[in-house]
């Protein structure tokens, strides 16, 4: 698995999705999370999801509901957290729409760019 920081080390060919550095605030939708950790940033993104600097404690699995506004769109993503390290998750966004994923494709190319 590549680095949480999105590190140039060997690919982790099981992503589906190329992942971006990018700052992104994320909000937690879920009252009880927001209590905990108002706001964190990533580190990376891509279509499929993102890695999310935190000190909250996770365990691979637990449901995520995510609010986060990028490039002038609004989403809210349900997602899982699909690996922990030390101060960050990588996190899965699920059931993604058609529309949303159009979205997230364009803002992925635009951080490339």
């Known amino acids: 698995m590549t680095e949480p920081g999105g590190g140039a ?3 982790d060919e099981r992503r589906q999705y190329e992942r ?3 700052r992104i605030q994320v909000r937690f939708a879920h009252p009880s999370h927001a209590a905990r950790a108002f706001r964190a940033y990533s580190l990376n993104f891509s279509v499929g999801g993102l890695c ?3 000190q909250r404690t ?3 699995g ?3 509901t995510l609010e986060l506004e990028v490039g002038g769109h ?3 993503l349900m997602s899982t957290v699909a690996w922990v390290r030390s101060g ?7 059931d993604v729409s058609d529309g949303d994923r ?3 494709t364009q803002i992925v190319e635009t951080f490339k760019g």
């Open 9 to 11: 080390g060997a690919p």
């Open 74 to 76: 609004a989403f809210k």
């Open 52 to 54: 999310l600097k935190t």
């Open 62 to 64: 637990d449901p995520l």
């Open 102 to 104: 159009e979205r997230l």
């Open 58 to 60: 996770y365990a691979v």
């Open 88 to 94: 960050a998750i990588g996190v899965r966004f699920e």
């Open 20 to 22: 971006v550095p990018a």
